[in-house]
């Protein structure tokens, strides 16, 4: 039933089995419906590939005996040791329980949601442990996702590219309409699924003219077909609107989220979708954002934009995913009052409490915009009555653009463990978008992905691993990154001690490494100007997007204190605002974001900033070095393919790598004077 496409970490392989060839050749499974059928298909897929034969399928649980595997929801099965533990009843609607019973000399496995959703998550989970070769006979899991929205953003237009995209072209749209083979999307569903997401939107958040029409009879009829498929895998459909489709596909000449022509015309517009999609997620919107409208052009606030389409929504259970991202995209690079890291608190913070209950707010990982390293968005966890999720970026737009290694679960892990302190010590950014915090309505995490119609949907093979490790930790974020990594290896290159001890750490590394050798000390940007790959230190400088270093012949970096400069680390709570005002207390990593120093000011390290940018570089480009050591003593321990497809975006990857040094390096030494202690080659 599936694609011709690269499995990723959905091989199931047969050498992996390890245990339970009896016990795996019998389902039983009494109700159908078309998450449950999906679940059962990849129970038996998975099966049939690890062991070579279909298992049968028993519709009468009555009649089972023997060994054999039970797929239920609760009302329908409940081992003993589950009634008297009492335990799976406490699980939410997503959760889900395997429980291994041992009967005259026969195990028998049963997995139980609570939904049919739970049994589907339920079924990957078993599936997972199947390939990793462990035992079942005394299985007892309890599962149940920490996030409520473990979503995906898709920046795919209907031409079929994609804004940011490094995989190819779009697995929904080409030519202006939906592509018409489906096995893409529907294997794209199971990936998913397996990982735990539960909502995706499929066109970019700048909608352009077709894509304005997504939401009309013209479309709705496919974004159903794709609704259908995904729907089948426990994932809900949401789209992203243009502000201002009154005007642009109405007869309105006015968006005004006031006007009732505006306010009726968006009822029908919802009206319309859920006549076709009847459990329709919702809308993402990107309003007065980058030159997209929005409620400013009325002079409406973002509350008054968002509820409008909130009402909307309503009546059928839709929501509004309003995004933060709103900064002045045309500062004059002369003005240093002006600091766009402050942009999203200044604008959203004072609107605590006007949202309706169905909307919720989309905040980036930064203040910025997904830079290699910035600090945490002071707004996340500043607004106790207002939900709110979280925006990472999977798709590596600053991070290598999946040229470049870089695995992003490290710098995911820091972000949602750090300590926003808003209400005290221990409240983290996971806590506060898991809804634990504040006990909002609607939260959790979702990201702009990485996938497109490569063969192996990443690009870089390698970047499988941030789609899989963005699932698994948007399900649990206390996992460890070791545990995502080891877990991702094994499915995805199996069991080879060789592969997980280097692969391991080129993952572990990677996104150090990519760090070192860009732009220092979490000043950001330093990219060419429009598509941001390569190096080019003034290529944001003096341009109108607010993204500037400053650096001059003394020093470099960006005074967001309060004491002399823009005021920003006054937007974090006392603990952090402190740490990040103070010169000698802030980290290393982000001295340059919140402080302009000069070259020889000693960093907490002990280095001068300027022996830090050569030495940082130089290094950088060594460790590039080592991971084409490390991959290379895997050659013949996987498939020609894969092994050769890596190595090669490796050798650019180096070659690039030195062109980074170089240019940072030579434009540190032109500016500052200051030689390398070490007397290293800079031009
Ligand atoms: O990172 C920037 C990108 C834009 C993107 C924007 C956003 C979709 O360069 O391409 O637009 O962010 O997040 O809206």
Request: glycine fraction near 8%; include cysteine; aromatic fraction near 12%.
């Amino acid at each position: 039933p599936y694609s011709t496409a690269d499995r990723c970490w959905l091989r199931y392989s047969h050498q992996a089995l390890r245990t339970g060839m009896e016990l795996l050749s019998s389902i039983v499974v009494q109700h159908s419906s078309a998450v449950m059928d999906s679940a059962l298909q990849e129970m038996v897929y998975g099966i049939k590939e690890m062991r070579g034969a279909e298992p049968d399928i028993c519709r009468d649980p009555a009649s089972a005996s023997g060994s054999f595997v039970r797929l239920a929801i609760l009302d329908e099965a409940l081992p003993e040791a589950w009634t008297q533990a009492g335990q799976i009843q406490g699980l939410n609607e997503e959760g889900y329980g395997i429980h291994a019973v041992q009967q005259d000399g026969a195990v028998q496995l049963y997995v139980v949601g609570r939904t049919d959703r739970g049994v589907l998550y339920g079924v990957f989970h078993l599936l997972r442990l199947l390939q990793s070769g462990a035992d079942l006979a005394a299985l007892h899991v309890l599962e149940q996702p920490r996030n409520r929205l473990r979503m995906l953003n898709h920046w795919d237009n209907m031409d079929g590219s994609i804004e940011r995209g490094y995989a190819g072209n779009s697995i929904f749209f080409e030519e202006g309409r939906f592509v018409r083979d489906d096995s893409r999307i529907r294997d794209y569903a199971r990936m998913l699924a397996s990982i735990g997401i539960n909502s995706v939107s499929i066109n970019n958040v700048n909608v352009h003219r077709t894509e304005t029409l997504l939401i009309t009879p013209e479309f709705l009829p496919d974004v159903a077909r794709v609704a259908d498929i995904f729907r089948s895998y426990g994932i809900t459909t949401y789209l992203s609107i243009n502000y201002a489709s009154p005007i642009t596909i109405g007869d309105l000449n006015t968006a005004d989220p006031l006007d009732d022509r505006v306010r009726a015309w968006w009822k029908e517009r919802a009206s319309d979708i859920y006549s076709y999609i009847p459990d329709f997620g919702g809308f993402v919107v990107k309003a007065d954002s980058e030159h997209r409208p929005g409620p400013f052009t009325y002079n409406r606030t973002h509350a008054e934009g968002a509820n409008m389409l909130g009402e909307a929504l309503r009546p059928y259970g839709g929501v509004v995913i309003w995004r933060c991202f709103v900064y002045n995209c045309l500062q004059d690079w002369r003005d240093r009052k002006t600091d766009r890291a402050r942009a999203a608190y200044d604008h959203f913070k004072p609107l605590d409490g006007q949202f309706l209950e169905n909307v919720i707010l989309q905040i980036k990982n930064g203040p910025m915009d997904f830079q290699v390293r910035e600090a945490v968005s002071p707004l996340l966890g500043a607004m106790p009555k207002t939900n709110q999720m979280l925006e990472f970026q999977i798709t590596q737009e600053y991070t290598g653009q999946q040229k470049h290694l870089c695995y992003l679960v490290p710098q995911w892990k820091e972000i949602l463990d750090f300590d926003t302190y808003t209400t005290g010590e221990g409240a983290t950014v996971k806590r506060a978008v898991s809804g634990e915090l504040y006990r909002y309505a609607h939260s959790g995490i979702t990201a702009v992905v990485n996938v497109g119609s490569d063969d192996n949907w990443t690009g870089h093979t390698l970047a499988q691993a941030n789609l899989y490790g963005y699932g698994r930790l948007t399900w649990n974020p206390d996992l460890t990154e070791e545990e995502i990594t080891s877990e991702w290896i094994h499915l995805t290159f199996g069991a080879s001690a060789d592969i997980h001890r280097e692969l391991g750490a080129m993952l572990a590394e990677s996104w150090r490494i990519y760090e070192s050798y860009t732009a220092p000390l979490g000043v950001g940007w330093m990219v060419n100007p429009g598509h941001h790959y390569g190096p080019n230190v003034d290529g944001y400088e003096y341009s109108v997007w607010g993204t500037y270093h400053y650096a001059d012949c003394h020093g470099i970096g960006v005074n967001r204190t309060v004491k002399d400069g823009t005021g920003y680390t006054a937007q974090y709570f006392p603990e952090n605002a402190d740490l990040y005002e103070s010169l000698d207390a802030c980290p290393d990593e982000l001295l340059l974001f919140f402080h302009h120093v000069p070259y020889t000011h000693v960093l907490r390290s002990g280095k001068t900033v300027i022996q830090h940018i050569y030495d940082s570089h130089f290094e950088g480009v060594e460790k590039v070095q080592e991971l084409i050591l490390r991959w290379s003593k895997l050659e013949g321990q996987m498939d020609h393919e894969r092994y050769t497809g890596v190595m090669s975006r490796l050798e650019h990857q180096l070659e690039h790598a030195k062109e980074w040094r170089d240019v940072i390096n030579t434009y540190f030494y032109r500016k500052s004077g200051i030689p390398d202690q070490q007397g290293r080659t800079i031009y």
